[in-house]
């Protein structure tokens, strides 16, 4: 389930910069720390953030990577292009993670200042969003946010297969 290798060369660059990667198809058991180590094979991880149904609290099988630098998201994102980020289920089948840049820069917010600052301004837009009455905030704002800038995976997060992407939690 990974990429032919002619494709991974076009892999398509962040809209902003940006050192986040969006990551999918790995097992339902895995864990932030598996997903860590398994990147910090290939490059420098600064925080892995797996996204859960906020109803059951059961994992979604995807979430976002942010990296210590650009290149070591582009290391990352080669990597999984190419095949080489692998977990293992429980039952010892091989999954291929597949990575994406996020399309609006870094989505995973850690201590820094400014990343502060805009987890602020994110959390004032939901807050008049919702007093506009638009109840679903996260369908307006990650609406298309996953494709276009992949690997050329296809059906990745984002993408009309992937199907996860829309209306995610997280």
């Given at each position: 389930h990974y990429p032919p290798k002619d494709m991974?060369?076009?892999i398509g660059f962040p809209a902003r910069g940006g050192q986040t990667l969006l990551i999918a198809y790995f097992p339902w058991e895995a864990s932030e720390l598996d997903i860590?180590?398994?990147?910090?094979?290939f490059c420098r991880v600064k925080r892995v953030h797996l996204v859960v149904d906020k109803s059951s609290r059961k994992p979604r099988c995807f979430g976002f990577v942010k990296f210590m630098s650009k290149a070591d998201a582009e290391h990352a994102l080669q990597a999984t292009c190419q095949g080489l980020v692998q977990l293992l289920d429980t039952r010892g089948h091989?999954?291929?993670?597949?990575a994406e840049w996020t399309k609006s820069g870094d989505m995973v917010v850690d201590?820094?200042?400014?990343?502060?600052?805009?987890?602020?301004?994110?959390?004032?837009?939901?807050?008049?969003?919702?007093?506009?009455?638009f109840t679903n905030f996260e369908n307006l704002t990650r609406t298309g946010?996953?494709?276009?800038?992949?690997?050329?995976?296809?059906?990745?997060?984002?993408?009309?297969r992937g199907g996860e992407w829309q209306g995610a939690s997280g």
């Open positions: 991974a060369v076009d860590e180590r398994e990147f910090s094979r091989v999954w291929h993670l597949k201590d820094s200042d400014v990343e502060q600052q805009v987890a602020r301004r994110k959390e004032e837009r939901r807050y008049r969003a919702e007093q506009r009455g946010a996953g494709g276009g800038g992949g690997c050329g995976c296809g059906g990745g997060p984002g993408s009309s």
